[in-house]
T-cell receptor, first 113, second 119 residues
């Protein structure tokens, strides 16, 4: 079945450092791919998405490119801020739509001033 | 614009007690979900619903029941709470956009969670 594997954390960075959180997936065809972010005490919210190969999703300085050849959707940011401290989840939805999303286990990011 | 609202926010139960978690969405979404979040386990799907009057089991359904009598509400019940059900519970909703192979899930809209402790 479909699955998502993301790098385990926690990840601790200093402000203005570069961030990469790896995410790879297993799925048939062309799933839709998502990154969600969960700030402390809150529910998850969509950060960015990509629905076809080579699409780049971007939001709030974060980017991720849908790479079919490597089945990856890595999350990147060039310069993190303290306010980016959160848990980040990679997720996929099967091609043609699916009532269920498959989530990775989440990566906790802490950014220190 | 309320989005997805969960009640209560916090609850403490004794083993064997029952309770119902309420989820309401005002976006007319067809799909609704209940997840639990535990440290190191990510999000695990308990039950979900693809429309009013329909429910289905997710990854970890045992010990829980659900009902979707109205499109906007999705209830999660614990008939006899156990300490293993101590968790943070999230409700979410979504819809399916497009047609044929172009269909794709809308992003999930999450509530802010219910923190349940069973002693």
């Amino acid at each position: 079945g479909d699955s998502v594997t993301q790098m385990e954390g926690p990840v601790t960075l200093s402000e203005e450092a570069c961030l990469t959180i790896n995410c790879t997936y297993t799925a048939t065809g062309y799933p839709s791919l998502f990154w969600y972010v969960q700030y402390p005490g809150e529910g998850l919210q969509l950060l960015l998405k990509a629905t076809k190969a080579d699409d780049k999703g971007s939001n709030k300085g974060f980017e991720a490119t849908y790479r079919k050849e490597t089945t990856s959707f890595h999350l990147e940011k060039g310069s993190v801020q303290v306010s980016d401290s959160a848990v980040y989840f990679c997720a996929l939805s099967g091609q043609g739509g699916s009532e269920k999303l498959v989530f990775g286990k989440g990566t906790k990011l802490t950014v220190n001033p | 614009n309320a989005g997805v609202t969960q009640t209560p926010k916090f609850r403490v139960l004794k083993t064997g007690q029952s309770m119902t978690l309420l989820c309401a969405q005002d976006m007319n979404h067809e799909y609704m979900y209940w997840y639990r979040q535990d440290p190191g386990m990510g999000l695990r799907l308990i039950h979900y619903s693809v429309g009013e009057g329909t429910t289905a089991k997710g990854e970890v359904p045992d010990g829980y029941n659900v009902s979707r009598l109205k499109k906007q509400n999705f209830l999660l019940g614990l008939e006899s709470a156990a300490p293993s059900q101590t968790s943070v519970y999230f409700c979410a909703s979504s819809y399916l956009a497009g047609t044929g192979l172009g269909k794709a899930n809308s992003p999930l809209h999450f509530g802010n969670g219910t923190r349940l402790t069973v002693t």
